[in-house]
């Protein structure tokens, strides 16, 4: 039973470029969250999604981000023109219902604007 | 002031010393989680608490409602066991989404 994949691991753009990241959550699981975690600071919640909803959006930054997670495939998380400040690692998280469930992590993708 | 705050930051402790690391809340949740970080970047969920105590292995988790506050302990620890803490609660305010302490940099020397 595979965990929640997340690629790619690593992803290097430049200033103005789209960085996509893509999340598969556990088999079973239909809630998703996303986090990030900046150079040297804690994990930040960014957005939670079940399939075709999103449910909060409360972290994610006003512009440039977006989420999905369609009915068919995996979650994206979408930045445009990407900035020097968007370097971090982002974690997404799967549970089968609710945060009363433990969260399973990827491994998180490491990005990088050069 | 975070809504979680843990202590210490940083710890560094010799092989088999028992350990203990703390994680103070100030809101009402449904649960708490700890999670383990290590240098490789990877999460990895270690307890999901909502009242009581877990065990499992070397590692124990409480948490006391009342006083909004859990501790985790490593007895024997041992140097794999070197990696950052985190803890995490979840159900503010019914909220589905976690919000995070700042870690513990745990440390083991041999």
């Known amino acids: 039973n595979a965990g929640v994949m997340q690629n790619p691991r690593h992803l290097v753009r430049r200033r103005g470029q789209e960085a996509r990241l893509r999340c598969s959550p556990m088999k079973g699981h239909s809630h998703v969250y996303w986090y990030r975690q900046l150079p040297e600071e804690g994990l930040k919640f960014m957005v939670y999604?079940?399939?075709?909803?999103?449910?909060?959006e409360s972290g994610m930054p006003k512009e440039r981000f977006s989420a999905e997670f369609p009915k068919e495939g995996p979650s994206i998380l979408r930045i445009q023109q990407v900035v020097r400040g968007d370097s971090a690692a982002y974690f997404c998280?799967?549970?089968?219902?609710?945060?009363?469930?433990?969260?399973?992590f990827g491994d998180g993708t490491r990005l990088s604007i050069l | 002031k975070n809504e979680v705050e843990q202590s210490p930051q940083n710890l560094t402790a010799q092989e088999g010393e028992f350990i203990t690391i703390n994680c103070s809340y100030s809101?009402?949740?449904?649960?708490l989680h700890w999670l383990q970080q290590h240098p490789g970047g990877g999460i990895v969920s270690l307890f999901m608490?909502?009242?009581g105590k877990k065990k499992h292995g070397r590692l124990i988790a409480t948490i006391n409602i009342q006083e909004k506050h859990s501790s985790l302990h490593i007895t024997a620890s041992h140097p794999r066991d070197s990696a950052v803490y985190i803890c995490a609660v979840g159900g503010i305010q019914g909220a589905q989404k976690l919000v995070f302490g700042q870690g513990t940099r745990l440390t083991i020397n041999p």
């Open positions: 608490l909502s009242s």
């Open positions: 999604l079940q399939k075709e909803n999103i449910i909060d």
């Open positions: 809101v009402g949740i449904s649960a």
């Open positions: 998280a799967s549970s089968p219902v609710t945060v009363a469930q433990p969260q399973h």
